[in-house]
């Protein structure tokens, strides 16, 4: 009964930035752990960030974006965020973000990200 809604995803040329967006509508006031995942063309959907607690103490990140992505959340506001700088081409893919709830996990649309070289 929750729904994920990302934005933010666009065409950006190698070294620029975006910041993504998730937006949680529903019955959100058990979301526990929140999180982003990719997936390229072609190959498996893998981890990216997650953000179990909810004052964002704690912060995970995949080996290959550590150091240049950011996740964090805002409760007020029911939102995810995923800052990217300093993108790779090898970072396009559709992202998509999620969050944990008893039983279960939600899962949003996806918004494209495409990084030229």
């Known amino acids: 009964q929750v729904q994920l809604a990302e934005s933010g995803g666009g065409l950006v040329q190698a070294g620029d930035s975006l910041r993504l967006t998730c937006t949680a509508s529903g019955r959100t006031n058990r979301a526990g752990s929140m999180a982003w995942f990719r997936q390229a063309p072609g190959k498996e959907r893998e981890f990216v960030a997650s953000?179990?607690?909810?004052?964002?103490?704690?912060?995970y990140y995949a080996d290959s974006v550590k150091g240049r992505f950011t996740i964090s959340r805002d409760n007020a506001k029911n939102t995810v965020h995923l800052q990217m700088n300093s993108l790779k081409p090898e970072d396009t893919a559709v992202y998509y973000c999620?969050?944990?709830?008893?039983?279960?996990?939600?899962w949003g649309q996806g918004t494209q990200v495409t990084v030229s070289s």
């Open positions: 999620t969050a944990d709830f008893p039983g279960f996990r939600s």
């Open positions: 953000i179990p607690d909810e004052n964002g103490s704690t912060t």
